[in-house]
């Protein structure tokens, strides 16, 4: 511990933690009035979940990096012992280490950087061993093939493992395992708020999630998706994400094409491992209210999807009640994953993934839209970024719930067009879910417009608040899915003429994007259904083009807009943990 050292310099820690570099979401304040509106029962079974929420961050945090916990040891040793510059520079560090959960950031520019000195982001993160090279990986993983042991292998490469050395292999650890201090606490948490709940069928899923934590049984897991992914009217939300965005070693086996065969012939599909995000937060009925309203159409949407004979979708078109609920929720507190503010935090989920169990045992799926991420922090700024960047005549049709209105265009596309089948994308896999969802929410404005969902001015607010949103500061690493996709997509609507740089400001002939998005879902869609790697990674490098234009419009963003990277104000949290 003594010789760990922070990274950066007293002057650019107090940039990065400064207002202007550091935006602030206020999640729920302890007299929020959500709050004094839960039943006493609910309230004492919300004190309970936040208290698990910060015991499986901890967990979280071994996942990110094996160095986080030490680190975060270090800064607090340091603001008790050292001298005022170190107490300074280690106060300002534990904020950004707060924000970012953990040692390890990218900035809105796209700069990654630890807080500590002399360490690097690994690509396994703390799911496998730090000095384990791909190479290494590759041979450890076919020489285990040829010994036999296909089980231990299928292992290792599964969502829910910590790969660790043995011998002159490799061993997988089952999360419950690897995490049991952490999963024990957090699950008699659970329990806990269990007894007080005043809704059944929360209750339910809270005990069936408490037992999931404490069984090496992947199918307690699908149990425990299947409850909660059938919840629709409770007053409290409680999430366990399991999402795989960050493991860069597990999906490296399909670059490897000999390696990739192997498995293939075993029967092991590699899966990239879940990183555990936790929220919390009181279901506001007005807003989920508002987002059933296009649960009705889901279906008919289902049936115009691209090559939608040639898969099984998650929403059927033939059933009239999808396997979709969808919630609205006020947050308490975002921890691990899901409140890793890296450059930005997540406006909704839809889950489980397609990796998970409980798709397989007739379980659906659950949109989590996220009421305090989507509200605007700025108004002034917001206002700074449209001059520079967007037409002034378009500056009518922004409008911040137009975002809203798209986002849950885009969770809902995750539920539909092929529901498995694509893990062998690999490091592509996410690019391209993501990419598919955000065609889906424009592809389908005509047909809800058609449906009465939304009318025509609300189209050109959807797509041009979408537009304004996707404008980065800087070129993406291919680590970000999220932003490689949005990359991709200003460049196929420049080349379709949807929309047009001209001085650096977005134009957008609105006739034009609707067709635009269909032609790039019928490419996604596509790729999906390949079977093919080598198809997958073409079609994200033939729009992976980082541009004059766009490096134009970049540092216009980056002129008015000097935020780094975010945090969030946990108030009501913070007083339940009291």
Known sequence: ?????????????????????????????????????????????????????????????????????????????????????????????????????????????????????GAAELPGKGLYPADLTKEEFHKILAQMLEQGKTDEVAKILNQRSVVIRSGNGLKALDYTEAFAKEFKLAAAHLKKAAETSTNKDFSEFLLLQAEALTAADPMKDAYADKKWASLQDTPLEFTITRESYADEMTETVYENKQLSEKLKENGITPISKDMLGIRVGIVNKQGTAQLLEIQKFLPELAKLMPFADKYEQ?????????????????????????????????????????????????????????????????????????????????????????????????????????????????????????????????????????????????????????????????????????????????????NEGAISLEDSKIHIDYDKVVPAARKMLEKIIDVQISNSFEKGEKYVLEYFNWTDELEALAAKMRKVNKSLNGTVKEELANFLLR
Request: with cysteine; charged share 30%; hydrophobic share 40%.
């Open 314 to 494: 998650t929403i059927s078109a033939s059933k009239a009640a999808p396997k979709q609920t969808m919630v609205d929720v006020d947050l308490v507190t975002v921890k691990g994953d899901t409140g890793a503010y890296r450059a930005g935090i997540t406006l909704a989920e839809n889950l489980p993934n397609d990796d998970k169990l409980s798709l397989t045992i007739g379980g659906g799926r659950r949109n989590v839209y996220h009421r305090q991420i989507r509200a605007v922090s700025d108004k002034k700024e917001l206002q700074k970024t449209l001059d520079a960047v967007l037409a002034k005549e378009l500056h009518k049709f922004y409008l911040n719930e137009a975002d809203h209105w798209f986002t849950i265009g885009h969770e809902n596309g995750h539920s539909l067009g092929p529901n498995s089948g694509t893990d062998i994308l690999g490091k592509y896999k996410s690019i391209i879910e993501e990419n598919k969802a955000d065609m889906v929410s424009l592809s389908m404005l005509d047909a809800l417009v058609k449906l009465g969902m939304y009318d025509e001015t609300q189209k050109k607010q959807i797509i041009t608040t979408f537009m304004v949103s996707s404008i980065l500061k800087a070129k993406p690493n291919m680590s970000q899915a999220h932003r490689v996709r949005t990359v991709m997509q200003l460049n196929h609507f420049i």
């Open 1 to 117: 511990m003594n010789k760990m050292k922070i990274a950066l310099s007293l002057d650019e820690l107090k940039k990065r933690t400064s207002k202007t570099y550091l935006t602030t979401k206020v999640l729920l304040k302890k007299d929020a009035p959500e709050y004094n509106a839960l039943k006493d029962g609910d309230k004492a079974a919300l004190k309970q979940l936040v208290k698990a929420a910060a015991i499986l961050e901890e967990a979280f945090l071994k996942m990110d990096d094996p160095r986080n916990l030490e680190f975060h040891a270090f800064l607090k040793q340091q603001i008790k012992e050292g001298t005022p510059e170190e107490k300074m520079k280690a106060k300002l560090a534990l904020k950004l280490f707060n924000a970012q959960k953990g040692i390890n950031a990218v900035d809105r520019e796209a700069c990654k950087f630890s807080l500590l000195a």
